[in-house]
């Protein structure tokens, strides 16, 4: 034991004559308190327990057990760094004694949520000591107490906690001897041992022997105060997901939810396909590309924005039901909705339209919420989401219609006419950025989807099918078999976020090159205009904001030249989709380990 006497400060003489103002009983006040003496067990410094007393001229009053020090933090560097001096001394000694610190395996026979299961019934102060209630089990321990020959610990595996229950008479003396001095919090250990549930009604392993299987070198988060630093766990996720058990959770659920997508489209006769992720062209001018450099190929090479285009050439090739998961990647803005690497599943279906993939749309999402939550409805962020079917379908036009009046399809081709009315729209003319959007738009069918975006959009919080957009925004969209000027086209909105995208896919070669090459023209216009505004980035260098190329994808072109059957297609975002199904809030909570920028 180390004794260390503390001068009070001015903060605690205060404190103390507080407590002499409040007669409190618990005072003894024959003098001024000098000092206090803080008494900390030299055994494990992640486990030991402290407590503390004041010394006045001789008297000691006994200021509390486990009682930490507001003025240091158990997470500074130097404490850190304490700790982990003293663990590798540990290391050292462990080896020094013949055992190893990082084991190669250990052979276990139940999980802590196996063990809880069988156990159940175990009543209070009962132990099994049959031969076959002798267990091995390991895990992380995550809370350690001492009580002189008792020492409890929690162990935590993928499946749930178990208490430790160690007596000193059940361990060779060595053995406890180890387990004070050299086990910290964090460490995983296996152990072996019977059943018993204790006389408070904690579930038990009575360890006959264990083993540390990897010894942890720097401490775990304050267990009171957890990992709190937001931008500190998802640049730490593994401590995060140590801390915080109901992160993995979020991550359980995830996979769970794509193995529910797999199951619910392959059960439709889809076939699961991979397309590659380096591109020879940056495919689609709506979306800024990652460029990176092939040595051997000596040629710039483009990260995929989405994998319609492969998937199609499955199609022309002879599949008739073909879907992919896959990450994409957009070198675009960064928010809660929104990262530069995220997950899709894509999928297009041969002879079929628009109004199948809605149907498709609808059973995947009702299929994965009843796998994680057991139910249609939900909580996501306060507000109560029904996804009971049918879900809502309605075009864009009636939707902007009812939200602000303006009937689009009375401007035809006349663009100016429909930037004056929707400019002296009150939800509009008020945000200089909106109003900015608004004028720079090149099409009555860019307005249109403008001022979706910015009134109707936000508002759409249960499920929403947004029908028939316009054909400007549609490249690869079939054309309304009913409206010119549109496209079967919907996209999903639940909770003012965008969840799918699909289309009755363009099959007609001609009218594709037609509206990739027009888009090429857009982009290189852009980009004319970029040059001449050059801005600069956060790290003070400077770039064109449209810099890159935007070249015609012409295998793609000539595959559909060999003819594509009438087809649908849809595109649904996976992150957002776990996002609303876990009640996550930012997409950097459901996916493990999300791009932040390098600390300096």
């Not at 019934?121 to 089990?137: C, M, T, Y």
């Not at 001492?146 to 003396?173: A, H, V």
């Not at 800024?288 to 092939?294: A, G, L, S, V």
């Not at 799918?500 to 888009?519: K, V």
Request: proline letters at 4%; a negative charge.
């Amino acid at each position: 034991m180390v004794v260390v006497l503390q001068p009070l400060n001015l903060k605690q003489l205060l404190y103390f004559a507080s407590l002499k103002a409040n007669n409190n009983p618990f005072l003894i006040w024959n003098t001024r308190p000098l000092f206090i003496v803080r008494c900390f067990s030299t055994s494990s410094s992640s486990s030991s327990s402290s407590s503390s007393a004041i010394v006045d001229g001789g008297t000691l009053i006994q200021a509390g057990r486990n009682r930490r020090s507001s003025s240091s933090s158990t997470n500074s560097t130097s404490d850190r760094e304490t700790v982990r001096a003293s663990r590798i001394k540990k290391v050292q000694e462990l080896r020094s004694n013949g055992l190893d610190p990082y084991a190669y395996k250990w052979d276990r026979t139940h999980t802590a949520n196996q063990l809880q299961e069988i156990y159940r019934n175990l009543g209070n102060g009962e132990e099994s000591k049959s031969e076959s209630d002798f267990v091995s089990i390991a895990g992380r321990i995550v809370a350690h107490r001492d009580f002189g020959k008792l020492t409890f610990m929690t162990l935590r595996d993928d499946s749930g906690t178990i208490q430790l229950y160690y007596e000193k008479e059940r361990l060779p003396s060595d053995q406890f001897e180890q387990l004070k001095t050299l086990v910290d919090i964090g460490d995983i250990l296996g152990a072996r041992g019977s059943i018993k549930r204790t006389e408070k009604g904690e579930l038990s392993v009575c360890v006959n022997s264990f083993s540390i299987l990897t010894k942890s070198l720097l401490p775990l988060p304050d267990k009171y105060r957890g990992l709190t630093d937001v931008d500190k766990r998802y640049r730490q996720r593994y401590v995060d997901m140590i801390a915080n058990p109901e992160v993995a959770e979020t991550f359980r659920k995830r996979a769970k939810i794509i193995s529910e997508i797999r199951k619910t489209v392959e059960s439709s006769g889809f076939v699961e396909v991979e397309t590659p992720v380096l591109q020879g062209a940056a495919g689609g001018a709506e979306a800024r590309p990652f460029i990176t450099y092939h040595n051997s190929l000596g040629q710039d090479l483009y990260l995929r924005i989405a994998t319609e285009l492969h998937l199609k050439r499955m199609l022309v090739g002879g599949f008739e039901k073909v879907y992919e998961i896959g990450r994409i990647f957009r070198n675009e803005g960064i928010s809660t909705r929104h990262n530069p690497e995220f997950t899709t599943i894509e999928m297009y279906e041969a002879y079929s339209d628009y109004e199948s993939m809605m149907n498709m749309t609808e059973e995947i999402i009702t299929q994965c919420a009843l796998a994680v939550n057991g139910k249609l409805t939900l909580d996501y962020q306060g507000v109560e989401i029904c996804l009971e079917r049918p879900w809502r379908r309605e075009t864009m036009h009636n939707l902007v219609k009812e939200a602000i009046g303006i009937e689009f399809n009375k401007f035809g081709d006349d663009l100016n006419a429909a930037k004056k009315v929707v400019l002296e729209t009150p939800d509009i003319v008020n945000d200089n950025q909106n109003k900015n959007l608004i004028e720079a738009c090149t099409s009555v069918g860019h307005v249109l989807n403008e001022v979706f975006e910015i009134v109707v959009e936000p508002k759409l919080m249960q499920p929403t099918f947004v029908l028939d957009y316009p054909i400007e925004i549609s490249p690869l969209a079939k054309p309304h078999r009913r409206h010119s000027g549109l496209t079967e086209r919907f996209e999903l909105f639940i909770c003012g976020r965008e969840m799918a995208n699909a289309f009755s896919e363009l099959t007609d070669p001609l009218d594709q090159r037609e509206r990739l090459e027009e888009q090429v023209r857009q982009h290189n216009n852009k980009k004319a205009a970029a040059v001449s505004e050059i801005s600069s980035t956060e790290d003070g260098t400077e770039r064109a904001d449209d810099s890159y190329d935007v070249t015609l994808d012409e295998d793609f072109l000539t595959a559909l030249e060999y003819g594509m059957p009438p087809a649908s297609g849809m595109g649904l975002g996976i992150d957002r989709l776990v996002m609303l199904l876990t009640n996550s809030a930012s997409i950097r909570d459901v996916i493990a380990f999300p791009v932040l920028k390098t600390l300096q």
